[in-house]
């Protein structure tokens, strides 16, 4: 017999992100993004492998990568506007984890599920946020899949890649909520 837990399927069933740029401080300290960390490490790892690690990017880190980005953005030949966007998500941030994919050698885990679950660590990451009481936005962005970017900026191993920058802070307004998949379009029933 199931044992319900009501609320966490009510909270799951009206979700929603926070855009980032309505994010503003104050963002958690360590004590109060410690817990967040923990439920999101809690993702199922395949094997114990944890094939994912945390950065947490407090305001120094991150205006020291707004300027990395905009090195990297210029050095790129990207457009103006498209080298401002990239630096606007880490000078305009207050807190960001950046949640690092870092596959393991395994016989048994097949890479793929690895990476599918550090993208399970962000919407565990983000929920998390979102049910302390936090706004939270998933984002990634040109900056975070460069090479140099990360490797530089975050000290990323070559076989590691950034799976989601999830921004954390207080929320200025609740956005309305947008139209949600239609349910009976994305579903197949087999009962043989």
């Given amino acids: 017999m199931p044992n319900p837990d009501p609320a ?12 980032a740029k309505t994010l503003t401080a104050p963002a958690p300290d360590r004590a109060a993004l410690e817990p967040i960390l923990t439920a999101a490490a809690r993702t199922p790892d395949h094997g114990k492998l944890e094939p994912w690690r945390f950065i947490v990017l407090e305001k120094p880190a991150l205006s020291r990568l707004a300027a990395l980005a905009r090195e990297r953005g210029e050095a790129l030949g990207f457009a103006p506007e498209q080298v401002d966007k990239g630096v606007a998500q880490y000078a305009d941030a207050d807190l960001v984890v950046a949640v690092v994919a870092s596959p393991q050698p395994s ?12 993208g399970a660590v962000c919407l565990a990451l983000l929920n998390a946020a979102l049910a302390a009481g936090w706004g939270a936005n998933w984002l990634t ?6 090479r140099d970017f990360v490797q530089n900026g975050l000290g990323l191993a070559p076989h590691e890649f950034i799976a989601g920058m999830i921004h954390i802070g207080t929320e200025t307004n609740a956005p309305p909520d947008r139209p949600r998949p239609d349910l009976s379009r994305i579903t197949t029933w087999m009962s043989e």
């Fill in 141 to 146: 962005g040109w900056a975070s899949q460069d």
């Fill in 107 to 118: 016989p048994k885990i097949p890479e793929i599920e690895q990476i599918l679950s550090a």
């Fill in 8 to 19: 966490a399927l009510d909270f799951l069933l009206r979700r929603r992100s926070r855009p």
